[in-house]
């Protein structure tokens, strides 16, 4: 893949998992929050469960003859029921409790703190079956409005109901209470332990998602090098730097195509092959890294004298070609005795001494009766051999009137 479309896809699924990464999160902490504030709503319910069959036993305990003798002669006559809502309210006052219900074993209220429910039949209640099995099931329950044991209207308010079963000293179950608990103050506790849980939590994830996108990022960056660098092995001759025989081949094979399409207005292209006239001595009397260091200099000075559209390749060996698009054949002699003469002088330094090389230069403009791209290369490679034939360090090409050298 292209190294830059690498880099935009990159770059792509890089927003992707950034999005996708604070999406989840914020659903991760969102269902987190809401499952403490269940665990927390659980543990509040547990506890007020707990105080209730606690009190429950308190009340029995303390007053046994009294529950006793209501149970006996329910349903009580109102002087018993004031007796025992006195007795009753006095005791449970401290315990933060709102509201409390007595329950025959059939179900049937026989106290309550609010009188006008007394004598109703709550044996559908499910909870209330629990307590009566012996059993105890607490809820809690939100209350927009509620009147409490003084009888004052109190608003928003969190009340656990509890159903708690009443045992004789034997363990029969002999009725139940319903006890509601006003647990109001431990929401700012919930809220501030659920706040707390969220905001480590939320922390711990941003934590892991900067680790991991800077470790993809990371990743990603070195992935992209790594591309460039495939693509530079795969494009560009390791000695001069220039495109490689392989890629100035596409790029011809890209320029042709285009030619072949604008049909007989198109605009014409040259292909320049030149060749280092007697190489091989520099070689076999500097060594070959001289070699190598002489085709990096004919590489620069060929690059500085190009103009930015043209394209240039070690096409093998001491063997370079050059593609120039939309030229006339003038213009193409033109360039390539500029190029001739750029490439003798000056002479090249090589450590100590001053070498100095001539080129042979053959070039072919692209026509209609080229049958293909192969075709324009051999006619450009035919000049350059016509050039080195006739004596080296010439331009020959095909055009109808060049200048004298």
Known sequence: MNPRKLSSSLDFFLRRFCAIAILSSVLVLVLSGYAASLIYERYV????????????????????????????KAPLLPPDIMSLDRTLRAFIQP????????????????????????????????????????????LIQHKD???????????????????????????????????????????????QGVALFVGGLALIVLGIITTAFAFMRKAAKRLISQQYQLETLATVDSVTGLYNRAEITRRMEAEWQRF???????????????????????????????????????????REELRSYSEIGRYGGEEFIVLIPEITNCDAYSVAERLRVRLVEPGFDLGDETVSITTSIGFAIADDSDKDLDALIKRA????????????????GAVETAPEL
């Open 145 to 191: 409005q509620f009147r409490d044991l003084t009888h004052e209207e109190r608003f928003d308010v969190d009340v656990v109901e509890s159903y708690v079963a009443m045992k004789n000293p034997e363990g029969k179950v002999i009725g139940a209470f319903e006890i509601y608990q006003d647990m109001s103050g431990f929401r700012g506790e919930v809220q």
């Open 45 to 72: 319910v547990r506890l007020a469960e707990s105080n209730a069959v606690n009190l429950a036993s308190s009340i029995i305990n303390a007053h046994r003859t009294e529950l006793d003798a209501a149970l006996i």
């Open 260 to 302: 072949k399409r604008g049909g007989p207005d198109a605009r014409k292209f040259a292909l320049l092959m030149l060749d280092l006239d007697h190489f091989k001595r520099i070689n076999d009397n500097y060594g070959h890294l001289a070699g190598d260091e002489l085709l990096r200099r004919v590489a620069g000075r060929l």
């Open 95 to 138: 315990y933060g409790i709102v509201k409390i219900k007595m329950f025959s074993p059939k179900g049937i209220v026989i106290y309550s703190t609010d009188m006008r429910i007394i004598g109703t039949d709550a044996s559908q209640n499910a909870e209330l079956q629990v307590a009566l099995n012996g059993g105890a099931s607490s």
């Open 381 to 396: 490679d035919d000049c350059l051999y016509e050039a080195k034939g006739a004596g080296r360090n010439r331009v020959v």
